[in-house]
């Protein structure tokens, strides 16, 4: 085989690893991968080895002109070497309790593998492959539905945050009973339980009533997102597991207190093994119960969670 040939081969091989699954991409990117491998050759060549790769491949075009290309949504992950037990249980386990975290465009690039992880399992007989029916998440709390959430309003908000830029959004407001059209500079996502929010900061356009300050949004509640063009105006002291931690999800002002609280035996001993805070304190009293002190965010989610402890007003001081 001569060195011409090897190079059209090797060349190719690389336009197939790197075609994409669910979007388009054209001969101009391509080339531009090609380039970053040290391959220098012109749009034409490679828009005519596309054509000749998509008689023996499942790939398709849009044919616009420039031309896009792309994988099939329905094409195996032929490129992929036999994946191991292993591997398939992680992509198990991923494509389980990942999805809603992991943006749109990442996960319909995985699907192929998902296809291949799941095949793997039905046809393995080691123990890893009978992982999945042995584990489980339960929710500490009564388990509820998840709200349903807008799929492509979904999607476009997650790329948002994937490749910080702006957004504008219609968001169904509870607290005004209407709708809102919001501009937003989105800036994480978290999950709560069943339901996912979008943290960011913003104005709204309808009411022109500034909303830079940190807030929290509903994912459920977005009708529709569009992206733009602009790149997101991020807090100089945003740091997300700072926010968290200072009570952001529990939906608080971020004010942190000093906790007092006295729990019956049965309803606190717990805490000797998950401590509140890392500075908590348990003393156990004459008639048996616990006084537990902790740094804590003061949250609503906090006083929901000591009333269903047991503890009510009259047991709680705050210094």
């Known amino acids: 085989m001569g060195s011409s040939t090897i190079s059209a081969t090797y060349r190719q091989w690389l336009m197939l690893q790197n075609l994409p699954r669910g979007r388009w991409a054209g001969t101009a990117e391509l080339q531009q991968v090609l380039q970053q491998e040290g391959i220098d050759v012109n749009l034409r060549t490679i828009q005519r080895d596309l054509v000749a790769m998509a008689e023996f491949f499942p790939l398709e075009s849009n044919g616009l002109s420039p031309q896009g290309w792309r994988w099939k949504s329905d094409a195996p992950a032929t490129q992929l070497p036999h994946m191991t037990s292993s591997q398939a249980l992680t992509f198990m386990m991923v494509e389980q309790h990942l999805k809603l ?20 399992m039905k046809q393995g007989v080691s123990p890893a492959h009978r992982w999945t029916d042995k584990v489980r998440i339960v929710p500490p709390t009564q388990p509820l539905i998840p709200p349903t959430v807008d799929a492509e309003a979904l999607q476009t908000i997650q790329e948002a945050v994937l490749k910080e830029r702006r957004i504008d959004a219609l968001y169904d407001s509870r607290t005004k009973k209407k709708a809102l059209n919001l501009e937003l500079d989105p800036l994480a996502i978290v999950q709560r339980g069943t339901v996912l929010y979008l943290i960011a900061v913003g104005k709204s356009l309808s009411s022109g009533q500034a909303t830079d300050a940190i807030r929290l949004f509903a994912m459920h509640r977005f009708k529709k997102a569009w992206l733009r063009d602009e790149k997101a105006r991020k807090p100089k002291d945003f740091n997300l597991d700072d926010y968290l931690t200072k009570g952001g999800l529990g939906f608080g002002d971020g004010s ?10 049965e309803a606190g001993e717990h805490l000797y ?47």
């Open 101 to 120: 975290l992991m943006p749109t465009s990442v996960l319909k690039e995985l699907h192929p593998w998902f296809d291949n992880a799941r095949q793997q």
């Open 256 to 265: 942190i207190k000093k906790l007092k609280v006295i729990f019956s035996k």
């Open 273 to 319: 093994e998950s401590k509140l805070s890392k500075d908590q304190v348990i003393k156990e009293l004459p008639d048996g119960r616990l006084e537990v002190t902790a740094t804590v965010a003061d949250t609503p989610q906090l006083a929901w969670w000591l009333r269903g402890m047991g503890a009510s007003d009259s047991t709680k001081k705050h210094h």
